[in-house]
């Protein structure tokens, strides 16, 4: 079997969780994470046509408003002027057009759409990353550059929908051949523990980590 270790643990505790639309999924017994087995990952070139059909558009009144889910929580913690970084932007920048409208300073980064390389280079107030976590091959990989990206005392926004045991071959973010990983709340918190993050969840699929300030 192919998927042996945790991309986000790397434990070995690991078994087979589910087989869905042709693809198999594991399960991590120590963080909770679910994960596609690397043999049946997409290439960059069907994670690159999945994304260029999603409709992203500043001016979406709906898209908006789902993206206000993050935005609305994060913002209570901020102060304007504060320098934020939207990691995983995708092919119509939104995020970052709402928080430049209410005062902050804000850069983007996609491995797709935005190869802008020295914005990984620095260190921001605030780090967003919202529908983009449940791509992430390497999470933990990923999990912790967020964290060198953030200042002490700064805020990682993420937003992504958990798995509840729900029937996983009828929920929607299982039929996305792009979407590697799902997470837990057990996951998310994991993942604060292990980085020495706060926590607080906001609704269903958001959830704010603060950075310690020492």
Known sequence: MDSIICPLCQSHHIHAFDRVHGRLYMDCEDCGLIHMATG??????TELARYQNHQN???????????????AP???RLVPGMEGLDYGSGPGPTLSVMLREQGYVMSIYDPFFSVDLHALDRSYDFVTCTEVAEHFFEPGKEFERLNGLIRP??????????????????????RDETHVV???KKTLQWIADWLDWSTCFSGKDVVIYKKPID
């Open 40 to 45: 049946d990952r997409p290439d960059a070139a």
């Open 57 to 71: 558009n500043p001016n979406d009144q709906g898209y908006r408003r789902f993206l206000d889910r993050l935005v």
């Open 74 to 76: 994060l913002v209570g």
């Open 153 to 174: 005392g700064g805020f990682l926004a993420v937003m992504t929908e958990t798995y509840h045991d729900q029937v996983f071959a009828e929920w929607r973010y299982a």
């Open 182 to 184: 799902f997470y837990r």
